[in-house]
């Protein structure tokens, strides 16, 4: 495939079945990409010799916990494997839940023209903060649940307040010592958001290229920073990449993601999407769609058409790779 070399990033802690059937989408869509793993083996085994070899994990792997640290660390391993050796043009960070509703033969076509490093939901905490990159369109209109006041006071407590810890017991699934955290809506005197650098928060998912990459992966005095601050806080990976990518100060950030979600209006998850909400995902412009059921018959109906969308010199290119694919090659 001509343009810019296009790999994925995937976190996955639940069934192999669901990741084997996104890397079986992207090898046949894209023919056969780099694909970086970071798969959460305290939560589900994974068989690594039964995936192609464009497929490689990340080793060791991580314990991780839902909006923890730990995802942020799992993320940025599977980013780092993927960026060894120079790595590619482009990638996508997904979950196993995600699926291509866009044929590559256009992904690769918008990535080439796009005029910014990162597609990423990135929006300021506080009002009247900026970031020293520049951001650029408008919002993802299937992620406005983000701006309502009630989420906002959530991630001002999650991000910018101080944590209080007390003492208590907890009586499930035993009886043991715990902690109840208190977070006041009051700013914290020792949070990183100063001097210059202003929190943001979003939608966990995105696209980057080698350049945002390159910011994300590199020493510097914010990652530590964040690290610091971060680490016993919750919904990190709904700040930490926002945060990062919206204060370099090189980049050019565009904050639609490019993502088709269903919310409802907010909640802890996305909905799981139906086959009645496929048409608004295919003529939404995104790049991918979550959150899909394991074992959906939904994933074969994009495929038949994202297969007849495409230029028909590329689906014989796109048949050619999932006839050797089938092979092991």
């Known amino acids: 495939m001509s343009g810019p070399t296009i790999g994925f990033a995937i976190m996955s802690h639940s069934d192999q079945r669901?990741?084997?059937?996104?890397?079986?989408?992207?090898?046949?869509?894209?023919?056969?990409?780099?694909?970086?793993?970071?798969?959460?083996?305290?939560?589900?085994?994974?068989?690594?010799k039964s995936f192609p070899p464009n497929v490689r994990f990340v080793q060791p792997t991580r314990r991780t916990g839902w909006g923890r640290w730990s995802v942020i660390e799992a993320g940025l391993d599977a980013i780092g494997l993927l960026h060894e050796g120079g790595g590619p043009d482009w990638f996508f960070l997904l979950s196993a839940a995600d699926y291509p509703i866009m044929t590559a033969s256009r992904v690769s076509s918008e990535l080439a023209q796009a005029e910014c490093d990162a597609f990423i939901d990135a929006r300021p905490l506080l009002s009247g903060t900026s970031g020293a990159a520049e951001l650029i369109d408008e919002f993802n209109p299937k992620l406005t649940h983000f701006e309502s006041a009630r989420n906002k006071v959530i991630k001002r407590r999650f991000y910018h307040s101080?944590?209080?810890?007390?003492?208590?017991?907890?009586?499930?699934?035993?009886?043991?010592?715990?902690?109840?955290?208190?977070?006041?809506?009051?700013?914290?005197?020792?949070?990183?958001?100063?001097?210059?650098?202003?929190?943001?928060?979003?939608?966990?998912?995105?696209?980057?290229?080698?350049?945002?990459?390159?910011?994300?992966?590199?020493?510097?005095?914010?990652?530590?920073?964040?690290?610091?601050?971060?680490?016993?806080?919750?919904?990190?990976?709904?700040?930490?990449?926002?945060?990062?990518?919206?204060?370099?100060?090189?980049?050019?950030?565009?904050?639609?993601?490019?993502r088709f979600t269903e919310w409802n209006g907010g909640g802890a998850h996305p909905m799981l999407l139906t086959e009645q909400q496929l048409p608004e995902a295919f003529a939404s412009g995104a790049f991918f769609a979550r959150k899909f059921a394991a074992g959906t018959h939904l994933l074969d109906l994009i495929d038949a058409r994202l297969q007849a969308d495409e230029p028909v010199a590329l689906r014989r290119v796109s048949e050619g790779a999932r006839w050797l694919g089938g092979l092991g090659v």
Not at 172 to 185: A, Y
Not at 189 to 203: N, W
Not at 208 to 216: F, H, I, K, P, S
């Open 162 to 258: 101080p944590q209080l810890w007390f003492p208590i017991l907890r009586f499930r699934p035993r009886l043991r010592p715990g902690k109840f955290t208190v977070r006041p809506d009051v700013p914290s005197p020792f949070h990183p958001y100063r001097d210059g650098i202003s929190c943001f928060y979003g939608d966990h998912w995105f696209t980057a290229n080698r350049r945002a990459a390159a910011a994300l992966l590199g020493p510097s005095s914010l990652r530590a920073a964040l690290a610091r601050h971060l680490r016993t806080r919750t919904q990190v990976d709904e700040t930490f990449y926002q945060t990062m990518l919206a204060n370099a100060a090189a980049l050019r950030v565009s904050r639609d993601n490019r």
């Open 18 to 48: 669901q990741l084997r059937r996104l890397v079986e989408g992207l090898n046949l869509h894209y023919g056969h990409p780099p694909i970086a793993c970071h798969h959460d083996a305290s939560q589900s085994a994974l068989d690594q």
